[in-house]
């Protein structure tokens, strides 16, 4: 379903088993690259917890926002993504480059995420793909100025958002999570998984071919 220019709504696009596995997988990464509460540039902490997956994960702190190839904590490097990700990608954008960052946001109650634009990554014709597992979430879209009207919209488990085109930098945030409307993450709460491509494309950045062609 198209939202406006640039914005479409998956409604439903993974199904209540492939949340359950995903999430699985999601959460047994996490072990290895704890969630945190990344500092914004002022000093303030998020109120949004945060890790990563892929080669590149997003982190802030009073250096400024950006990319790096491991966690800053653990010094490790970020999990690799799970192959429904990338499938999944594959199957919202059609494109044979894979991503390289899935941010994996964590929303208990009371945090949010203030209007912003997706704007660190290295080349901004490649799309965001959000993907929502758990509570609902009342999702605020903007447009390309901080100043032009909003609109809520709500983003339930399973439902996959995608932001391409004219649509790839408009301004998106999350009013509030709907506590309850979910049973999905153990003991409440949402994740949110946005994959993108934040690095320049490299000749080594082919996806590989879905799951189900692979051979055993």
Same mark, same amino acid.
């Given at each position: 379903?198209?939202?406006?220019?640039?914005?479409?709504?998956?409604?439903?696009?993974?199904?209540?088993?492939?949340?359950?596995?995903?999430?699985?997988?999601?959460?047994?990464?996490?072990?290895?690259?704890?969630?945190?509460?990344?500092?914004?540039?002022?000093?303030?902490?998020?109120?949004?917890?945060?890790?990563?997956?892929?080669?590149?994960?997003?982190?802030?702190?009073?250096?400024?926002?950006?990319?790096?190839?491991?966690?800053?904590?653990?010094?490790?490097?970020?999990?690799?993504?799970?192959?429904?990700?990338?499938?999944?990608?594959?199957?919202?954008?059609?494109?044979?480059?894979?991503?390289?960052?899935?941010?994996?946001?964590?929303?208990?109650?009371?945090?949010?995420?203030?209007?912003?634009?997706?704007?660190?990554?290295?080349?901004?014709?490649?799309?965001?793909?959000?993907?929502?597992?758990?509570?609902?979430?009342?999702?605020?879209?903007?447009?390309?100025?901080?100043?032009?009207?909003?609109?809520?919209?709500?983003?339930?488990? @399973? =439902?996959?958002?995608?932001?391409?085109?004219? @649509?790839?930098?408009?301004?998106?945030?999350?009013?509030?999570?709907?506590?309850?409307?979910?049973?999905?993450?153990?003991? @409440?709460?949402?994740?949110?998984?946005?994959?993108?491509?934040?690095?320049?494309?490299?000749?080594?950045?082919?996806?590989?071919?879905?799951? =189900?062609?692979?051979?055993?």
């Amino acid at each position: 379903m198209q939202i406006k220019p640039g914005v479409r709504l998956l409604a439903g696009h993974l199904d209540p088993a492939a949340q359950a596995v995903l999430l699985a997988e999601v959460l047994e990464a996490a072990r290895s690259a704890p969630f945190r509460r990344h500092k914004t540039p002022g000093g303030k902490a998020m109120s949004v917890a945060m890790t990563a997956l892929g080669p590149l994960g997003w982190v802030s702190d009073r250096a400024g926002y950006r990319y790096q190839p491991s966690h800053p904590d653990t010094g490790e490097a970020w999990p690799p993504m799970p192959q429904a990700l990338l499938d999944l990608w594959r199957q919202a954008t059609g494109l044979a480059v894979a991503p390289d960052s899935c941010l994996v946001n964590r929303y208990e109650a009371g945090a949010r995420m203030g209007l912003h634009q997706d704007r660190d990554e290295a080349d901004l014709s490649f799309p965001v793909v959000s993907v929502s597992l758990g509570d609902t979430a009342v999702f605020r879209l903007g447009g390309l100025s901080r100043r032009d009207p909003t609109a809520s919209l709500r983003l339930a488990s @399973g =439902d996959v958002l995608v932001l391409e085109g004219e @649509g790839r930098l408009v301004h998106h945030g999350v009013d509030r999570i709907l506590a309850g409307s979910s049973r999905l993450v153990p003991g @409440g709460g949402r994740i949110n998984l946005t994959l993108r491509r934040a690095g320049p494309v490299a000749l080594d950045s082919p996806l590989p071919p879905p799951q =189900d062609q692979r051979k055993a």
